[in-house]
């Protein structure tokens, strides 16, 4: 059987699934960067206990109302 030229291998390019997959890919290595910085400031030794509320911003918010 002969195939058409445009099925070759290699010759396809579809933009939209290129940018779908560059942004899937942004999105992830995104939200694994997050997920180490949390992952970091939540194990920190020098956030654990009272001082860790009171240095909140929803801590700071409650102490100004």
Partial sequence: ???SQNRHRGKHYDPVGAVL???WAVGH???IVLL???SHNQ???GHLGADR???SVLGS???IS
Avoid: K
């Fill in 29 to 31: 290595a995104v939200v």
């Fill in 61 to 63: 918010v409650l102490a």
């Fill in 1 to 3: 059987m002969h195939e």
């Fill in 43 to 45: 194990f920190n030794a």
């Fill in 36 to 38: 180490g910085v949390t």
């Fill in 53 to 55: 509320a009171a240095n």
């Fill in 21 to 23: 997959g560059t942004v």
